[in-house]
T-cell receptor, first 113, second 110 residues
């Protein structure tokens, strides 16, 4: 158990819909990272927040957005969902503003039908 | 864009055998990490290497960072079924972003 929690574990929704994935970092960690893992693209970095502020952006689509709240939990919002958005979404956390030692949550499996 | 290619993509060997998997790039990384991911779970950090030529050992696993900090290898001695999983390397570049490799899916047959 990494100490990072993610909900829900599984999510099935239809194309065009909007979903929100939630992540609670390890106690004491200030950084939250979101990743997407699909069979053909591997593990792709989406976005990082540090203490409530956006710090780095990766391959995140404009239809996707995220935020980190004062209690440090984070949410990833995915809208206008497409079949290709079906993937595992992982959240990771670290103490510092650097992915030097990050701990991953168990992931949310999103299926878009 | 920094790319990390891992080879082989799939590897299936008998318990007790030795194996090496590779992580290669044309880019230089300030540090490189190895993760193992089991089905239904997130990746778990195994090791971080920072210095060119550095070798780190974790029980039966030996990790080496290339002298030029562009590549790395993971050697497993006397593989066990518990070593089964997806092995991912990840390099941290000058922009502090972590780039993950394509992964090696390892299966150890009892």
């Amino acid at each position: 158990d990494s100490g990072v929690t993610q909900t829900p574990k599984h999510l099935i929704t239809a194309t065009g819909q909007r979903v929100t994935l939630r992540c609670s970092p390890r106690s004491g960690d200030l950084s939250v990272y979101w990743y997407q893992q699909s069979l053909d693209q591997g593990l792709q970095f989406l976005i990082q927040y540090y203490n409530g502020e956006e710090r780095a952006k990766g391959n995140i689509l404009e239809r996707f957005s995220a935020q980190q709240f004062p209690d440090l939990h984070s949410e990833l919002n995915l809208s206008s969902l497409e079949l290709g958005d079906s993937a595992l979404y992982f959240c990771a956390s670290s103490v510092a503003d650097s992915p030097y030692e990050q701990y991953f949550g168990p992931g949310t499996r999103l299926t878009v039908t | 864009t920094q790319l990390l290619e891992q080879s082989p993509q799939f590897l299936s060997i008998q318990e007790g055998e030795n194996l090496t998997v590779y992580c290669n790039s044309s880019s230089v990384f300030s540090s490189l990490q190895w993760y193992r991911q089991e089905p239904g779970e997130g990746p778990v950090l195994l090791v971080t290497v920072v210095t060119g030529g550095e070798v780190k050992k974790l029980k039966r696993l030996t990790f080496q960072f290339g002298d030029a900090r562009k590549d790395s290898s993971l050697h497993i001695t006397a593989a066990q079924p518990g070593d089964t999983g997806l092995y991912l390397c990840a390099g941290k570049g000058g922009n502090e972003k972590l780039t993950f490799g394509t992964g090696t899916r390892l299966t150890i047959i009892p």
